[in-house]
C-alpha cells in the first residue's frame, strides 16, 4: 500500500483558524444587531402597546 501523506499545507490550518474566527464573529455581530433592533422596535411602542403583549417598560432590557 502507497504511503499517503494526509497533512495539511502550511498555513491552511492557520487560514481555516481566522476564517473559522472571521464567520463566528460575523455571527455574534447579527446576533448583537438582532436584540439591538428589537429592543429598539420596542422601545418605541407605549405603555399601552407593551401592556398588550404582556410587557412593561422595564421588561424590554431583559426580553432577549
Given at each position: ?31 448583537w ?28 432590557k431583559?426580553?432577549?
Amino acid at each position: 500500500m502507497a504511503n499517503v501523506n494526509v497533512s495539511a499545507p502550511v498555513g491552511a490550518v492557520s487560514i481555516f483558524r481566522v476564517v473559522d474566527l472571521a464567520l463566528a464573529l460575523k455571527e455574534k455581530l447579527a446576533a448583537w444587531n438582532e436584540v439591538r433592533l428589537t429592543r429598539r422596535a420596542l422601545s418605541e411602542l407605549n405603555d399601552a402597546q407593551l401592556a398588550d403583549i404582556g410587557l412593561s417598560r422595564h421588561q424590554i432590557k431583559d426580553v432577549i
